[in-house]
């Protein structure tokens, strides 16, 4: 997989592009032997944000490569360039290693490449990308998906995980930690773990649980039921769990443990409290509740957490 094309079109977002081509293009002094062949396609000089990218070569080059990447589009509502997605679909027939980034995946799918796989993209269009391509498989709990010779991320530092594990697939994991100490991220985050995206608390201030939802937060670390929810916001059980689907999207006690995970999620990155407060002051109980709910949402121990977003 010497051989990396980078797929630059108008309407690509900077900071997928640049980052690939800074893992791909630019090999450590510490790393011996061969390292990547690295070629920007595209079929004109590309507008990307405040900057413009000079291809190498042009977007019928794609199929040439070992892997070709596809960083993430501005506008997933946009008509996608044509060429692209013909150089796209003859890359993959070439048997070349496809991969997205981000909203790149928006690419891919529009080709047929993700039909019957497993794939995910930024949590803020997953939703959309399940919905337009209905036989792709969408994930939006995780950073990146590893089907073998086609691969998606979701946003941003997920794009960078993925690049990371093609350099640990390709290289193995020494290589890889040398690339990830030289850009000073974390060496490896598995593509199983959660985006890190939390239920959020509507914008809106004109709904039914308006004052619910502030009183609610204010009390995370208090034994809350559904029942005292409903007699707080002066309706009954089932009347809440309707308006709680209709506000949020989902149930009032999926909506208090994914407040609560992130009331964890705060403490941890904040304070050098132990897990055991931190479950206390999250309305967990216990450590062996809050690791048990920690692990099932986020995919990683609260501890494995931590280290993260300290490093």
């Known amino acids: 997989m010497r051989s990396v094309a980078i797929a630059a079109t108008d309407g690509m977002l900077h900071f997928e592009l640049a980052m690939a081509y800074e893992v791909?293009?630019?090999?450590?002094?510490?790393?011996?032997?061969?390292?990547?062949?690295?070629?920007?396609?595209?079929?004109h000089p590309v507008r990307a944000g405040r900057f413009h990218v000079e291809p190498d070569r042009g977007l019928d080059q794609l199929a040439d490569a070992d892997t070709v990447i596809v960083p993430a589009v501005v506008d997933v509502e946009a008509e996608l360039p044509a060429g692209l997605l013909t150089a796209v679909?003859?890359?993959?027939?070439?048997?070349?290693?496809?991969?997205?980034?981000?909203?790149?995946?928006?690419?891919?799918?529009a080709a047929g490449i993700l039909d019957g796989l497993q794939a995910t993209t930024h949590w803020a269009h997953t939703a959309e990308?399940?919905?337009?391509?209905?036989?792709?498989?969408?994930?939006p709990d995780v950073l990146y998906v590893d089907n073998g010779r086609v691969l998606t991320s979701a946003g941003k530092a997920a794009?960078?995980?993925?690049?990371?594990?093609?350099?640990?697939?390709?290289?193995?994991?020494?290589?890889?930690?040398?690339?990830?100490?030289?850009?000073?991220v974390p060496p490896?985050?598995?593509?199983?773990?959660?985006?890190?995206?939390?239920?959020?608390?509507?914008?809106?201030?004109?709904?039914?649980?308006?004052?619910?939802l502030p009183w609610v937060m204010q009390r995370l670390d208090q034994p809350l039921t559904v029942e005292d929810l409903a007699r707080q916001a002066n309706m009954?059980?089932?009347h809440l769990i309707r308006h709680f689907r209709a506000t949020t999207g989902t149930t009032p006690l999926r909506w208090?443990?994914?407040?609560?995970?992130?009331?964890?999620?705060?403490?941890?990155?904040?304070?050098?409290?132990g897990i055991?407060?931190?479950?206390?002051?999250?309305?967990?109980?216990t450590a062996t509740t809050l690791r048990r709910h920690f692990q099932r949402s986020v995919g990683v121990p609260p501890d494995t957490y931590r280290r993260t977003f300290r490093a």
């Not at 791909?24 to 079929?43: L, S």
């Open 24 to 43: 791909f293009g630019a090999k450590p002094d510490a790393i011996p032997g061969p390292w990547y062949d690295v070629t920007v396609c595209g079929d």
């Open 256 to 273: 208090l443990l994914t407040q609560r995970l992130r009331r964890a999620q705060e403490l941890l990155e904040n304070t050098d409290d």
């Open 236 to 238: 009954s059980s089932r």
């Open 89 to 109: 679909i003859e890359a993959d027939r070439a048997g070349a290693r496809i991969v997205s980034l981000c909203t790149g995946a928006f690419v891919l799918a």
């Open 129 to 139: 990308l399940a919905a337009r391509y209905p036989d792709v498989t969408v994930d």
């Open 276 to 285: 055991d407060v931190i479950a206390e002051a999250a309305g967990m109980g």
């Open 188 to 212: 490896h985050r598995a593509g199983g773990q959660a985006q890190y995206v939390t239920t959020p608390i509507p914008e809106q201030d004109d709904h039914p649980l308006s004052a619910l």
């Open 159 to 184: 794009a960078m995980d993925l690049c990371l594990h093609l350099v640990r697939r390709d290289h193995g994991p020494a290589i890889a930690n040398i690339v990830a100490r030289r850009l000073v």
